[in-house]
């Protein structure tokens, strides 16, 4: 979990709002994801960006939204057009395009409950 | 399409036998594979990866795994499990040409190794 810092820990909103995770990384990473864990279901990726002022949909992106305006911070937006948000939601970083990106690095997650 | 298959949910040993912890993938050009471990309620940890070069690759807290590009298998072993090695393991895959470093993770097996 070093490097990557997510917040809160745990997360609980009612249904019809938006809500938004923080993701910040200090390991000069170009790369970050976001990235949604159900149970059974491994994990799926949501909204990814390469560099600042930079991001594109991942494979569930319907419903979320991000914004990357620092290379440290890559903060993820559940809109209430997020049929079923309930989820653990995790953040990563790798080095990026020009160094072959390689392994992510991850953060230890939020937990959103949506009633 | 790029995919990883973990054929079982749930491996059991005992502890101080070998284990293994399987994972087959299907990439269109050459792979970049990983292993992850996840403990409750944490984020993903980095165990190791296969980039290039010798097929087995020597990881964190004595986890290998070793490459097979015949069988398209990347299964991750120990010689001799402990009880802190039991919880969720992933193994993830990247085709090399894949642009974005997303990676494409298994759905999981839950490793139990009892006393």
């Known amino acids: 979990d070093g490097g990557i810092t997510q917040s809160p820990k745990y997360l609980f909103r009612k249904e019809g709002q938006n809500v938004t995770l923080s993701c910040e990384q200090n390991l000069n990473h170009d790369a970050m994801y976001w990235y949604r864990q159900d149970p059974g279901q491994g994990l799926r990726l949501i909204y990814y960006s390469q560099i600042v002022n930079d991001f594109q949909k991942g494979d569930i992106a319907e419903g979320y939204s991000v914004s990357r305006e620092k290379k440290e911070s890559f903060p993820l937006t559940v809109t209430s057009a997020q049929k079923n948000p309930t989820a653990f939601y995790l953040c990563a970083s790798s080095i990026g395009q020009r160094q072959g990106y390689y392994e992510q690095y991850f953060g230890p997650g939020t937990r959103l409950t949506v009633t | 399409a790029q995919s990883v298959a973990q054929p079982e949910d749930q491996v059991n040993v005992a502890e101080g036998n070998p284990l293994t912890v399987k994972c087959t993938y299907s990439v269109s050009g050459n792979p970049y594979l990983f292993w992850y471990v996840q403990y409750p309620n944490r984020g993903l940890q980095f165990l190791l990866k296969?980039?290039?070069?010798?097929?087995l690759v020597k990881g964190s807290y004595g986890f290998e795994a070793e490459f097979n590009k015949s069988q398209t298998s990347f299964h991750l072993k120990k010689p001799s499990a402990l009880v802190s090695d039991s919880a969720l393991y992933f193994c993830a895959v990247r085709d090399q040409g894949n642009q974005g470093g997303k990676l494409i993770f298994g759905q999981g097996t839950e490793l139990s190794v009892k006393p």
């Open positions: 296969y980039i290039t070069g010798d097929n």
